[in-house]
């Protein structure tokens, strides 16, 4: 059974600083996807990782793969307020039901004036 | 495009009542996804379909819980007898096979408190 844990699950920060969000999941995948939700809002799709290497960077967050240790990151730079929020890591394994993507248990970032 | 449309977005019900939610995914999309948001489970995936057919509803909580999906528009997931533990976020989601590298789209979710 696919399984995906995210750390940490709770991330405080002060606006300026760096930090990282890993993502493990259980069984080989060769796809993994990043999303962002917002307080009583929906999942808002950030960074699909689709091979091994794969990075992607949007603003100052950026997402990379690594399909054989079987982890993902997701590095925030210089974190602003406007980047608080919960952020999921998904992935759907590979071969069988390919389509079932099964979420992290989510990081909620909270970024300090 | 209008996305994943959802309704209701809020839902109170009292419990033993009979509650509906719907879901209209993007057109041409051949994966529908009903997904359940609470803080004690997380994000859990309740059923999938694709062509509209369910694939996997191994995460359907029990009997009381029971999804369809006769057209490609239009998918509904049930709950009768309603009750105070189903109160969530449901969340539909669609997806193309053919364009799996875009990822999964969700609607606005339905809030739902069961009373």
Not at chain 1, 5 to 11: A, D, G, K, Y
Request: include cysteine; charged fraction near 20%; charge should be neutral.
């Amino acid at each position: 059974e696919l399984k995906v844990e995210q750390n940490p699950l709770f991330l405080s920060m002060q606006e300026g600083k760096n930090y990282t969000i890993y993502c493990n999941y259980s069984t080989t995948s060769d796809r993994l996807y990043w999303y962002r939700q917002d307080p009583g809002k929906s999942l808002e799709s950030l960074f699909v990782l689709l091979s091994n290497g794969a990075v992607k960077q949007e603003g100052r967050l950026m997402a990379s793969l690594d399909t054989k240790a079987r982890l993902s990151t997701l590095h925030i730079t210089a974190a602003v307020h406007d980047l608080s929020a919960t952020y999921f890591c998904a992935t759907a394994g590979r071969g069988g039901a390919t389509n079932k993507l099964i979420f992290g248990t989510g990081t909620l970032l909270a970024v300090q004036p | 495009d209008a996305g994943v449309i959802q309704s209701p977005r809020h839902e109170v019900t009292e419990m033993g009542q009979e509650v509906t939610l719907r879901c209209k995914p993007i057109s041409g999309h051949d994966y529908l996804f009903w997904y359940r948001q609470t803080m004690m489970r997380g994000l859990e995936l309740l059923i999938y379909f694709n062509n509209n057919v369910p694939i996997d509803d191994s995460g359907m909580p029990e009997d009381r819980f029971s999804a369809k999906m006769p057209n490609a528009s239009f998918s509904t997931l049930k709950i009768q007898p309603s009750e105070p533990r189903d109160s969530a976020v449901y969340f539909c989601a669609s997806s193309s096979s053919s364009r799996g590298a875009k990822g999964y789209t969700f609607g606005s979710g339905t809030r739902l408190t069961v009373v």
